[in-house]
């Protein structure tokens, strides 16, 4: 049976790098979404990450037992999960939208002055899902760890 899954959480700012962090989350969430078969959604604002995940129910709820284990981010909180029929997110491993003007208008309609998916409720998240499936795609170049360097072999 595949499922929905969503949460939101807080970035940790101990790693100041935050580009670094979200090319490293993408790179990861892709190569593990492929294999899997899981699809999805990553949306990052306000030192907030909201992510849907959608898959095979035991792969997501593993999947998901992991990410709260993840140190680059703390206070998860489980938003919902129900079964699905078709996935929304299906043209991608992981979709990632960056900052928008329309999600932005969204929260603001919630009375929300920042990007706070904490707040979302049952209709809300819905809609805000609407809003991420229509929104564009951001391209973030994910790394590869391969090369010499990065197996620690180093030139003459």
Known sequence: MNVRLCYASQRNEKNEDLLQDLRDILT????????NEICGVLYYADNAFF???EG????VEQLFEKIQKDERHYNVKWLCTYSIDQNAFQRWSMKYVQRNT???????????NTF???SLDQQ????????L??????????DKKVGM????????
Not at 102 to 112: R, V
Not at 133 to 142: G, I, P, R, S
Not at 149 to 156: A, K
């Open 28 to 35: 990861e969430a892709r190569d593990f979404n492929d294999l």
């Open 124 to 131: 809300n998240l819905k809609n805000f899902l609407n809003e």
């Open 133 to 142: 499936l229509v929104a564009e795609q951001t391209k973030v170049n994910t």
């Open 149 to 156: 360097v990065n197996r620690g072999v180093n030139p003459f």
């Open 102 to 112: 329309n999600i932005e208008a969204f929260f603001l309609k919630m009375g929300e």
């Open 51 to 53: 992510q849907c995940l």
């Open 116 to 118: 706070n998916p904490i």
């Open 56 to 59: 095979e129910q035991e792969v």
